[in-house]
T-cell receptor, first 115, second 110 residues
């Protein structure tokens, strides 16, 4: 079935360690996104990519890095520079073009806890 | 990007219709209006979107005001599975970002 897969569902790391969250899609979408969600809050955009080998910072990119070497994959690294990394991380994808007339598909999220 | 205003929370009785409002008074004429919902501990899922005309699908209906400054998501018969946070998102024709506000938390009462 087509969809977007995030792994793992739960992740625990020690403070000061970098950690990489996986996001894979088989929907043939050009655009992919990473969001962060804190308890009781909406989603905030970290990074997005509209095409392979290109990505842009969102509103809260500090302390995060991404790569887009393949169309299907958009991994997010939470670095030790991120001051408050414990959160729920969501990956999404969509087609480009369509002039706003296309929807986004979301993964089930990765809950990262840094201790 | 257009800003949105939604009630923080709403309640509905099971099997009753629910009208979820969204104010987007700064929307541009070419922004589509998207609605998503998020169940607890899950990723958001697409509900419906439209530009000017009212839209219907198997999940819901979307009523867009004539001046496009507001819209209403209509769930015709609320079920317990509809309890979620509902987000209204104006989506411009250029750029591909989806900007989420804090949404409306819908509680469905059995």
């Amino acid at each position: 079935d087509g969809g977007i897969t995030q792994s793992p569902k739960y992740l625990f790391r020690k403070e000061g360690q970098n950690v990489t969250l996986s996001c894979e899609q088989n929907l043939n979408h050009d655009a992919m996104y990473w969001y962060r969600q804190d308890p009781g809050q909406g989603l905030r955009l970290i990074y997005y990519s509209q095409i392979v080998n290109d990505f842009q910072k969102g509103d809260i990119a500090e302390g995060y890095s991404v790569s887009r070497e393949k169309k299907e994959s958009f991994p997010l690294t939470v670095t030790s520079a991120q001051k408050n990394p414990t959160a729920f991380y969501l990956c999404a994808s969509s087609t480009t073009g369509g002039r706003g007339n296309t929807e986004a598909f979301f993964g089930q999220g990765t809950r990262l806890t840094v201790v | 990007d257009a800003k949105t205003t939604q009630p923080n929370s709403m309640e509905s009785n099971e099997e009753e219709p629910v009208h979820l409002p969204c104010n987007h008074s700064t929307i541009s004429g070419t922004d589509y209006i998207h609605w998503y919902r998020q169940l607890p501990s899950q990723g958001p899922e697409y509900v419906i979107h439209g530009l000017t005309s009212n839209v219907n699908n198997r999940m819901a209906s979307l009523a867009i005001a004539e001046d496009r400054k507001s819209s209403t998501l209509i769930l015709h018969r609320a079920t317990l599975r509809d309890a979620a946070v509902y987000y209204c998102i104006p989506r411009p024709p250029t750029g591909n970002q989806f900007y989420f506000g804090t949404g409306t938390s819908l509680t469905v009462i059995p």
